[in-house]
Structure formats: C-alpha cells, structure tokens
C-alpha cells in the first residue's frame, strides 16, 4: 500500500486528508506542529476503529525539522510515494499593516515549507521513479483576496512551483498537481463573519460553502490518476470560473 506524507494535518481540511486516506488503507504520517492534543486524539480515534496512522511534530517552515519528518516517515515505511503540502496560516489585514515579521511568517509557513518538505522528499520518488505532489493552494492565488495580500501571494507562489516542478519533474514519473480550494466550512475560516460567509455562498454559483470532504475527495482521484500533472484544481462551487 502506498505511504502518504501530509503536513498541517491535524485540523480541518488536512485531518479529514488524513482520516479518510487511513480509512482507505493507505500509510499516513500526519505531521503537525501545535496541535499535540488534536493530532494524537485522530491517531486514538483511528485506533479505536482498527485503523493506524502515525504522528510527527515538526515545525515545516524549518529546513531541519522537515529533514526529521522525512526521516521518520522513511524509516517507518521504507518509501514516499504521496506528499501532501497542506500545512498553513492565514491573516486577516490591510496592505500597510503588514510587518516584516508577518510577511515572513507567511512566506515560510505556507510556501518556504512546501519547497523544503518537496525537496527533501525527492531523492525517494525520483529513485522509484514514481510519486504524486498535491499541493494545497487556495482560490485567492488564482485571483487575490483584499486585505489578504500575504497570503494571496503565498498561494500564488505555490501554483509557480507547481506548474514549473511538473514539467520538471513528468520523466521521472512524478506528477505534480495543486488544489485551490474556495471557502471551505473550516476552523480557518471562523475568522469570516457570518454576513461575509454568507456574501461568498450567495455569490457562489452552487450556493454554498465547501467542506472539507469535497477537497478530500480531489486529492484522492489525482493520487489514483496518471495522467493529470501541473494542474491547479478549483473545488470552489462556480465562486471563480
């Protein structure tokens, strides 16, 4: 059975990756940085339905903590034959209220991380001559989001990498996609208001809010497809066409 790494995936859209490719069969490790509590209570939950998964703390916006979770998956299960670039923030503020610091913390969390946890992931997939990259973007690096300039650039960046590193990468049988979800029904996204949230659902085509499941569901067809590499796919109900 194939082994799939997912970083930031102890909540929302990333836990329900996890869970469900578990629940499949397939060999998770989910790795998670904070959140301790929520990570090690999915991995007892699973275990209570005859289900295992494995747990990784590490911090993926740092080069050598990322070197430590590759490790670990590795010596767990010998190849990668699935990453999932999932780890990520958001914040909300306007364009002159950016700091330094935010800017960087926004660079390095959801798009220093993928180029580490990518690069570091490689050496196994390029030896097998075989993998599958799912990045997960976001609709707002498609088209921008006000008073989300940091993070629209992030998700921007991510769908760069993803175009440029399949055509790098297609003669060595990896396939490289990204996922752009719209607003997913997470706990990220608790920071919208109630009148914003239902703003985007009437704008949207299909009227309503995605959850996480609908996203899910995405990264599981291209992890069974082989013939789909350097796509950014938008589950986003018609929001952006």
């Avoid at 291209?222 to 950014?232: A, C, H, K, R, Y």
Wanted: proline share 2%.
């Amino acid at each position: 059975m194939k082994t799939v790494l997912i970083t930031g995936g102890s909540r929302g859209i990333g836990k329900c990756i996890a869970e469900n490719l578990a629940k499949e069969g397939f060999n998770v490790v989910l790795n998670y940085n904070k959140s301790e509590k929520e990570a090690k209570q999915i991995k007892k939950e699973l275990k209570e339905q005859g289900i295992k998964i494995e747990i990784c703390k590490a911090d993926v916006s740092k080069r050598d903590e990322v070197k430590k979770l590759v490790k670990f998956t590795l010596d767990k299960f010998k190849n990668i034959d699935v990453l999932i670039n999932n780890a990520g923030i958001a914040k909300l503020q306007m364009f002159n209220d950016i700091t330094d610091v935010d800017w960087q913390e926004m660079l390095n969390t959801n798009l220093n991380s993928v180029f580490y946890t990518t690069q570091e992931v490689l050496p196994n997939m390029i030896h097998n001559k075989n993998g599958c990259i799912v990045n997960i973007s976001s609709i707002w690096g498609m088209v921008g989001a006000s008073c989300e300039v940091a993070y629209s650039v992030s998700k921007a960046g991510i769908n760069g990498m993803t175009k440029a590193l399949a055509k790098e990468l297609g003669l060595s049988n990896i396939r490289v996609n990204a996922i752009a979800p719209g607003v997913i029904d997470t706990q990220m996204n608790n920071s919208l208001d109630k009148v914003i949230k239902e703003e985007i659902k009437n704008d949207t085509p299909l009227n309503k809010i995605g959850k996480p499941i609908d996203i899910y569901r995405c990264v599981k067809w291209l992890i069974e497809d082989e013939f789909t590499t350097g796509q950014i796919i938008s589950p986003n109900g018609g929001y952006v066409i």
